[in-house]
Each structure stands twice: as structure tokens, then as C-alpha cells.
């Protein structure tokens, strides 16, 4: 190595190492360092990949994490500044994971930095000093073992929390939850100086499980196919209906890899899910269960990261972001739902938490199981591929069965709240029988639009192009895309009119006619709007799991993974938009959503029905999905998605621009265009175009898609076009992004 900086000795440049490190900064490259001055040889020689230093980064101090050790850096040496302290000394992200992230940037197109700092909880991603392996608890200080008995009788919370440490002390943070001690007792008695924080060291438990049902033979064989490839890569598509035991396959599998002294990685789609998931394997197991969610407090989600880090949970549940959980023996991930979109984060960092999760098994070098009852279209073809190995569930637990399906023509029919009389009678009936009832209709508040009457004025939202829908019991008209709210206008701003009508059904409207209809029941509407409070989705599913006759009814909320053992008729009130969506993902949503919403039926030892009200009842999609089933439909789908060269088939990317106008937005689209296209081959352009919703949040949006039959091809250009988006001078004037496989294209 030559120095060129003639001030500086040879010999003192070549026993200087260069850190080579991820910043979180929206630059797309990796910084280099010079050790801290402070640091003595044995903390350097400690230094690995994975190590969080903090560094000088323009005129701020940040945390960055080591990616390399190298002996020289392209920048000379005098214009590498030291770092100003190591704060780990010993990585926070394995290698697997370190080489995870930086995939996930090249192939999502998102600075490396950024992606490494999504993989830390907050603190230690602002540099907190991390302590591995301790748990806080709390125990009386001496003034609170002094205390005299019967002390803080006018504050009855705080002396049941002392009461509490006065028989068993240190008690956890989690230990005291659970016997029902709030935080806030607990700072008040910190103030007080009554009580002291300890850290103890963590213990680790062996884990053990009880025995789970004898398997079916289909479960058996998807579970014996599985576990003779523990210990090295392979991918799963677990294709069972609902109610087919896949969760018993995955139950077992965690099994045999805690046997083998690992951990299990499993992905739900929501948060919501993830209570569910965690009782069920609790009841199963005797071991550490660790959840990852967005839902979580700052504390909390730390400690169970680094429960995941250390190994010491035994199984890690998780959302989209736990795909980047560091874990210290990983053995198995789980992807239940994979269909479900949420698997795709919407913005920022744009990737696909199932996608990433098959890269992770590859680079961990672990099986992964994808499981759904409507696997993605993406995934069937990678299974017709040979790159997943497909397992089919086709049969119900038991006696139960799947439920027949009847269409409703409504053509000519009237309704009341969105229900034809033919539903309102099967509804009646099961009800009379003892059974419940579950309806769906995919859209909240009282009537997604509000219309004048004698001009024809329609309520609007000022800010995206949308209409407001109406909720009336809040007395509100609210955007659903951005959330403005106004009170019921009294009259038309155009005219004056009082006649303000509502138009269209929406849950809320629905559900007052159910009301009015069948009085004596319960009707539970399971909303955005009616599950806000903490506790109402619980409530609800304890109401319902009583078994007495009730009527439920909900969007999408309700259709994802709960078990409604006692509802016998399943009734879908309007999917017909879905027959017609300009997205060329419609088809395949609609199929998915129809199948979830009726495996909601029978369940149970109870036969079920599905009714599902249109006014297409030809429609030869539908009438594929209905009489054949989600797996000839999808066969279908993706024949067509084929001859137009459609994901899986053709690879997509969109370019997006917002900015405060269109023409602002769609120029820079149009100048990254022309500054790629002639360079490219292989590829389709479509756009600049407005998005089909051109104003959401008051700003104007347009977007730019690419295809091409190459993955790689479409890689190269988005390559080129995020690097030329950095240096247009516009790009600096608005916001732009990148998405690589978008799951909108609108
Ligand atoms: P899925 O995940 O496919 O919806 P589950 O694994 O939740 O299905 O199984 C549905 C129900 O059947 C659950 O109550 C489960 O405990 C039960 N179950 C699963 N497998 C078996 C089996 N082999 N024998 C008896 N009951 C089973
Ligand atoms: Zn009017
Ligand atoms: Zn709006």
C-alpha cells in the first residue's frame, strides 16, 4: 500500500485499518472510517461486521454498523476521519442477516444504511449501549423495606405493587404486568425511592412441548417431506383449504427444530394475528416465545429482539419487519398467509417481507414453509417451476367439510342495506336453528358517498381525489385515503338543498337494518371503525365463541384467520367491483378474499353455506372460483397472466414522483425516461402517467412502469434510473421512490 499523503510515514499507514461502514443516511454507499484514537489493538482485533461505532457524519454524531475491515479506502488517507467510539463488542447482526440487508438494498434499490438501521430496535439504532442477555426487575430499596405496615393506604395501586415485592422480590417487568401492576405504580414508587431497578442475568430454559394430535395422513406426509430437509435450504408451499391442519404442520415442524437446539422464525400478515398464534403455541409449548410487532413500546421490543439475538426465545412470531429479527441459531421460518399483501411494506423501504423471507432461508441455509389456503399466484408458479416444492392439504380436519356455494342473482332484486331477500331468509333461518351468521361487506361507514339530490353535487375530500364517505354515527363525512374529516354539511354548498342522500351501503348501514330485522340477536360489526378501542376485537371473539346465535359482520378485518366454529352461513353481500378492477391483481384478490370469507363457515362438526350476492351471476371467473375451486381458478389466472406477460411471467417496477403539482412530478418521470431508455433494451415503458387517484394528501402523483420479461434487465434499469433520479436536480424537489415488484400497479 502506498501513501500519497508525503507527510505521513508508511509504516504507521499499513497497521491502520479502514472501517468500512453503513450510515443511516439516504446516500446509496457505505462510509469509511479510521478507528477511534482511543482504541487499543485488543478492542480493534475484536471488531466484527455487525459492531455499531459511532461516527462524525457531516456535523452530526451517528451510529453506523461495521461492514468491513479493509486495508486501504479509495478516499486518502487525510480525508478519513476517525470514529469516535466502538459501542459493540460483539455484532448485533450475523453475517447471514448483514449479507440479507445488503441483497435486500441492491434488489430493492434502498440505501444499505437504511435498511441495516430497519433491522435494530430504536435505541440501539441511536447507539444505545446494548446489554446482552439481562432482564430488569424491580425489588424494594432499603426506604421501602423500612416502610411501616399499612403505609400508602390513600394510594391503593402502589401499595399492592409493594405488597407484591414485600413477599418475592426481584420481580420482572413482564411478572409484574401479569399480576395486573401498572407502569404508572411502578414510577410513582421509582420516584418515591421505595423501589430499585436490578438487572439479572436471563435464564435460559430447555424447551419441551406436549404431544399434538395424531396427523392425518396428508399432514403426515407434508410433515415427514419437510423435516428430512431441516438443516439445509428448501421452500414449502403448504397448499391447504382452511380449516386443513397447516397450523398443526408448522406446530410440528418447530418441534423437531427446537429438538435440534434452534429457533423458528414465523411470519403472520398482521398484528392482529399474532395474539392468536402465540396462544397456540404456548398451549403447545414450554418454551420462550418471542413477538415482534410494530405494536409493541420501545422497551418491550427490544427485549424480545434480543431474546431473538441471544437465542434464548425458542420461537419468534412476528410481522413484516421480523423477517429481520437477528437470530442467534435460526432453523426454520414459517410464512403463514403468504398471500396476504401486507407481506409488502407500501412505502419507504418497498419489500416483500415473504420474498425476503425465502432469501433468508437460502442465505441461513434453513428450510422455510410457505403456507396459505389461497397461495399466491407468484408462489404457484414458482412451484410449477420446481423452485418451491408444493404440499397439498385438500381435506378438512375431521368431519368437517368445506362449504357449498350458492350464487344470488340480485339483477332485479331489492335491497335493504345491501341485503337481498333470498340472504335475508338463510340468515333468519340459521339464526333460528341456533347458528350464527357471518356477513361481508368489504366497505366501513354508513355510505361511501353523499349526493345532493337536485344538482347532483357529490361530497369530496379537498385534499385527494376521492369521495367522502359518510359515517353517520360520528356524524362525519372522513376520506379514507387521508383521513380529513368534516361534519355533516346541513346543505349543499352548491345549491343549498337540504336533500343530502346518502348512496351506496356501508357496514354501518348494514348493520342498522340488521338490527331493525332480527332484534333479538347480537350483531357484532367488526370494522377499522368498530375495533379502535383496545379490547373490542377480544370481546367480540369471546362473544362469539360462546356459541349463541349472533350475526357478524365485517370487511376484511373479519376474514383474516379466525376460527368461527359455530357460524353456518357465510354471506358475501357485494364483490362485484372486483370483477371489474383495473388492477391487473384484481382477479386473483377477489378469488383469495371469496375463499378466505367462506372457509370463515362450518368449521366445525356443523355443515356450512356460502351465499354470494351479484349481479353477475354468468361471470365466467366467478363461476370457475365457485363450482372449481381457488386452484383450477388460479390455473386459469395465470394462463391468462402468461399470454399478457404479467407477473409471475414479466417483471414490473414503478417509478413515482408526488409533488405539490402533476406536471412537476410527471416531467421528472419523463426526463428519467428519456435519460435511460436508449440505453436499455428488453424493456417496456408505460408513462409518465397521473396515478388513478392524481391527488391523494394534496399532493400530485404520477408514476412511470417499466416491464420486461429479464429480471435482470429490469434490474440494470433500476440501476440506472435511481441513479440518475439522485443527481436531476428536480428529484431534489419532490418526493420520488422506487418499487420493484409492486403489488399496485395503480
Ligand atoms: P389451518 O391452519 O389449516 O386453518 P389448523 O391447524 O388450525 O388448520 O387446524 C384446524 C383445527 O383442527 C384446529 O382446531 C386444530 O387443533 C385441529 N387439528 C389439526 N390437525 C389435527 C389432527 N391431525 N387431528 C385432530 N385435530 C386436528
Ligand atoms: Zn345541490
Ligand atoms: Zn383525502
Known amino acids: 500500500m502506498q501513501c500519497t499523503n508525503p507527510a505521513c510515514s508508511f509504516a504507521t499507514l499499513a497497521a491502520m485499518p479502514v472501517l468500512r461502514l453503513a450510515i443511516p443516511s439516504p446516500l446509496r454507499q457505505l462510509f469509511d472510517y479510521l478507528p477511534p484514537p482511543a482504541a487499543d489493538s485488543e478492542e480493534l482485533a475484536g471488531l466484527q461486521p455487525g459492531c455499531r461505532l459511532l461516527v462524525p457524519f457531516g456535523s452530526r454524531l451517528l451510529c453506523g454498523i461495521l461492514v468491513e475491515v479493509v486495508d486501504e479506502s479509495p478516499l486518502a488517507a487525510d480525508k478519513l476521519r476517525p470514529a469516535r467510539e466502538i459501542i459493540d463488542s460483539s455484532p448485533l447482526i450475523s453475517e447471514s442477516l448483514l449479507a440479507l440487508c445488503f441483497w435486500a438494498a441492491d434488489y430493492y434499490k434502498y440505501p444499505v444504511g437504511e435498511v441495516l438501521s430497519a433491522a435494530l430496535p430504536t435505541a440501539l439504532r441511536q447507539g444505545k449501549a446494548h ?72 435464564a435460559t430454559v430447555e424447551p419441551s412441548w406436549n404431544d399434538g ?127 396476504d399483501a401486507s407481506f409488502k411494506q407500501h412505502e419507504g423501504f418497498r419489500y ?24 399466491s399466484l407468484e408462489s ?68 361511501p358517498t353523499l349526493q345532493c339530490h337536485d344538482c347532483g353535487y357529490v361530497a369530496g375530500c379537498s385534499h385527494c381525489d376521492a369521495r367522502l364517505t359518510l359515517h353517520r354515527r360520528a356524524g362525519e363525512l372522513r376520506c379514507h ?18 336533500q343530502l342522500n346518502a348512496r351506496g351501503v356501508g357496514t354501518e348501514k348494514t348493520e ?22 383496545r379490547g373490542a376485537m377480544e370481546e367480540m371473539i369471546a362473544a362469539v365463541d360462546t356459541g349463541a346465535p349472533c350475526i357478524l359482520l365485517g370487511t376484511q378485518m373479519l376474514t383474516k384467520g379466525h376460527h368461527f366454529p359455530d357460524v353456518t352461513l357465510v354471506g358475501l353481500l357485494d364483490t362485484d367491483a372486483s370483477l371489474f378492477s383495473a388492477d391487473f391483481r384484481g382477479p386473483e384478490r ?48 395465470l394462463q391468462e397472466r402468461s399470454t399478457a406477460s404479467l407477473p409471475p411471467f414479466g417483471q414490473l417496477l414503478v417509478m413515482r414522483a408526488e409533488a405539490r403539482e402533476l406536471s412537476l412530478a410527471e416531467s421528472f418521470l419523463g426526463e428519467l425516461r428519456s435519460g435511460v431508455e436508449s440505453e436499455l433494451s428488453g424493456i417496456s415503458f408505460i408513462g409518465p402517467l397521473p396515478a388513478p387517484m392524481q391527488r391523494k394528501s394534496g399532493r400530485f402523483r404520477a408514476q412511470l412502469l417499466l416491464a420486461s420479461q429479464s429480471r435482470g434487465a429490469l434490474q440494470r434499469a433500476a440501476e440506472q434510473l435511481v441513479a440518475l433520479a439522485e443527481t436531476l436536480p428536480a428529484g431534489k424537489r419532490l418526493r420520488w421512490s422506487a418499487d420493484v415488484d409492486p403489488l399496485d400497479t395503480l
Open 131 to 202: 446489554q446482552p442477555g439481562v432482564s430488569r426487575h424491580w425489588q424494594l430499596s432499603l426506604a421501602g423495606k423500612g416502610l411501616p405496615a399499612g403505609a400508602l393506604s390513600r394510594a391503593p395501586r402502589q401499595a399492592a405493587l409493594l405488597a407484591t415485592l414485600q413477599q418475592e422480590a426481584p420481580v420482572s417487568r413482564q411478572a409484574l404486568q401479569a399480576l395486573g401492576h401498572s407502569d404508572g405504580a411502578r414510577r410513582e414508587l421509582e420516584k418515591k425511592g421505595l423501589i430499585e431497578a436490578t438487572d439479572l442475568p436471563l
Open 213 to 339: 394430535p395424531a396427523l392425518n395422513p396428508a399432514q403426515a406426509s407434508a410433515v415427514d417431506t419437510i423435516s428430512a430437509s431441516l438443516g439445509g435450504f428448501a421452500c414449502y408451499l403448504l397448499h391447504g383449504v382452511t380449516g386443513s391442519g397447516k397450523t398443526e404442520v408448522y406446530l410440528r415442524l418447530i418441534e423437531a427444530t427446537l429438538a435440534q437446539g434452534r429457533q423458528a422464525l414465523v411470519l403472520v400478515p398482521e398484528i392482529g394475528l399474532t395474539p392468536q398464534i402465540v396462544r397456540r403455541l404456548n398451549q403447545r409449548f414450554n418454551a420462550e416465545i418471542a413477538s415482534l410487532h410494530s405494536g409493541l413500546a420501545d422497551g418491550a421490543r427490544e427485549s424480545a429482539w434480543e431474546a431473538a439475538r441471544s437465542g434464548r426465545a425458542h420461537i419468534v412470531v412476528g410481522t413484516r419487519s421480523a423477517v429481520f429479527a437477528s437470530l442467534a441459531r435460526p432453523g426454520l421460518i414459517v410464512v403463514d398467509e403468504e398471500h
Open 352 to 375: 416483500s417481507a415473504r420474498d425476503l423471507a425465502v432469501k433468508r432461508a437460502q442465505l441461513e441455509n434453513i428450510p422455510i414453509i410457505l403456507g396459505s389456503a389461497t397461495p
Open 380 to 447: 404457484l408458479h414458482n412451484a410449477n417451476q420446481g423452485r418451491y416444492q408444493k404440499l397439498m392439504l385438500e381435506q378438512r380436519i375431521g368431519s368437517s367439510v368445506m362449504p357449498d356455494f350458492e350464487i344470488l342473482d340480485i339483477r332485479h332484486a331489492s335491497l335493504q342495506g345491501g341485503l337481498s331477500a333470498g340472504l335475508l331468509q338463510a340468515i333468519g333461518h340459521e339464526l333460528d336453528a341456533g347458528n350464527q351468521a357471518l356477513l361481508f361487506l368489504n366497505r366501513r361507514g354508513f355510505a
Open 481 to 498: 385515503h387521508c383521513d380529513w374529516r368534516i361534519a355533516i354539511p346541513q346543505a349543499c354548498p352548491h345549491c343549498q338543498s337540504r
Open 512 to 533: 342498522s337494518v340488521l338490527a331493525a330485522l332480527f332484534p333479538a340477536v347480537p350483531v357484532h360489526r367488526v370494522d377499522r371503525d368498530s375495533m379502535q378501542r
Open 590 to 637: 377477489m378469488g383469495q378474499l371469496v375463499t378466505q370469507v367462506a372457509g370463515r363457515a362450518g368449521r366445525a362438526a356443523k355443515r356450512g353455506r356460502v351465499i354470494l350476492q351479484t349481479h353477475y351471476p354468468d361471470h365466467p371467473m366467478l363461476n370457475t372460483l365457485l363450482q372449481r375451486g381457488y386452484e383450477e381458478y388460479a390455473v386459469a389466472l
